[in-house]
């Protein structure tokens, strides 16, 4: 009997860690996060969701497909929207409830106030699983806008932070 209640105590303890499993080769995903931003006398305000999906190759790596919509509502005009659709490549590190991640992501963006153009970029970020297959996530994107190969690496200093905070599920 006090055989048993140490075995069941010492799996009682570790269920914690048993808890939250790695995503497996195969297994997906889907996010949705958004942002948003006003000036003082909320003239203007931009409203952006973001979504993805993806699938994990390995352990530690996956691709996927990444699509965020922006909706720009200024003083007298009607509201503007725009959108960027991106293919990407992550590497989580690590195996526990933190996974940071580094990437890669290339696509294109277009809308009613934008040119229409190609855009590409590292991108790093974090997953916290707060449940098994639950997770929040948050990242930054470094993106720049080309129009050809050779237009890349002349505009690669001229790009943007974008940052977004969301939540996800491994399926």
Same mark, same amino acid.
């Given at each position: 009997m006090n055989r048993l209640f140490k075995t069941s105590l010492l799996v009682a303890a570790m269920l914690p860690a048993i808890a &939250?499993?790695?995503p497996v080769a195969g297994d997906r995903e889907v996010t949705l996060g958004?942002? @948003?931003s006003s000036d003082k006398d909320f003239d203007d305000t931009v409203l952006s969701v973001q979504g993805s999906w993806g699938t994990y190759l390995d352990e530690a790596s996956?691709?996927?497909v990444r699509q965020t919509v922006n909706a720009r509502d200024s003083e007298g005009? !009607? &509201?503007q929207f725009d959108g960027s659709t991106r293919v990407f490549y992550d590497y989580h590190f690590g195996s526990g409830n933190t996974r940071p991640f580094v @990437? &890669? !992501?290339v696509g294109g963006i277009y809308g009613e106030e934008v040119d229409e153009t190609f855009m590409g970029g590292p991108e790093v970020g974090i997953k916290y699983w707060v449940q098994d297959k639950t997770f929040i996530t948050a990242m930054a994107e470094y993106q720049f806008l080309f129009k050809s190969g050779s237009d890349a $690496?002349? $505009?690669y200093d001229d790009g943007a *932070? *974008?940052?977004s &905070? @969301?939540?996800g599920y491994n399926y």
């Open positions: &939250v499993a790695a958004g942002a @948003g996956m691709w996927g005009e !009607s &509201v @990437g &890669v !992501s $690496r002349d $505009r *932070f *974008f940052y &905070v @969301g939540i």
